[in-house]
């Protein structure tokens, strides 16, 4: 056994004991627990504070100092939340009980567009639990497939997508996936995509959050070739952990006569106006230690033939 495999198994060992500890934890200790490491990480180790700073304070310029320093210590709490929720999901979380946990918003135009003959794209950002969410999709019984980076370490790789399958979330390869997506839309499937991420100087240029954002092209050319919807979801937490929101936010069709002329930049631009109205509603819940804004120099050249 080499010595980077032996790492990969300890690194696993490390995660499966935090998750069983994780468990064995009741969820309003945990919430405490999380306040405590939320004040540690934000306020003692200032862990990415300077991205978080950036970040705040051009999406919210109107904040103060100090209402910035708050809502950074609320993000790390909820982030600490996430991962305490997800490892309470599959022990908690079931078909007969689902409706202790979750609240839909517009769930009969969720089920509508899940049940028509028609492929679905669902569009969330790393806000709220997504996990969750696509956990919950498939307890209601409707299977999903996303795409996810296959992570370095095998043993958490397969432990991920454990957790990610138990009701029918699959996961496709970010890498060496197009087939695989190509065949999920064909036959009217539903994909599910972490829109929120930077795609370098060559993505599609839209504004977010007040400054220009590299966004992938992939979800409009998607959806003007299988002609499939874009629904813009989220499942955001409530006053309580374990408390989810499951929002059907918006949707675009581009069989629609009004988007009949909408390009590729349109569309992400539509998209990303919509997570952004989403987010704002609970900031705290979104992860500014993100560097969505890698590069903000949006290229003025070259044009987007896509969009």
Known sequence: MNRKRILDWLVYFVVRVFIAVAQAVRIETGQGIAHGLAWLFCDVLKIRGKVVEENLSHAFPGLTADGRERLARRMWEHLFLLVLEVAHTPRKIHETNWRDYVKLTNEDMLVRLLFQERPLLITTAHFGNFEVGGYVLGVLGFPSFTVARTLDNPYLDRFVNRFR???????????????????????????????????????CWIRFFNRPASAHKAIGLLSLEHNAVIAVTASTRTARPMQ????????????????????????????????????????????????????????????????
């Not at 695989?180 to 994909?191: C, E, F, R």
């Open 244 to 307: 989810f929101h499951l929002h059907n936010y918006a949707m675009y069709d581009p069989l629609d006569a009004g988007n009949a002329s909408a390009s590729v930049k349109d569309m992400t631009q539509w998209y990303s106006s919509r997570l952004e109205e989403l987010i704002a509603q609970n900031p705290e819940q979104y992860w500014w230690i993100h560097r969505r804004w890698k590069d903000t120099r949006e290229p003025k050249k070259k044009k987007d033939r896509a969009g």
């Open 165 to 203: 399958s138990r009701t029918g979330q699959f996961i496709i390869p970010k890498n060496g996936g197009y087939d695989q997506i190509q065949a999920v839309l064909s036959n009217n499937g539903t994909m599910t995509f972490l829109a929120d991420q930077y795609a370098g100087a060559k993505g």
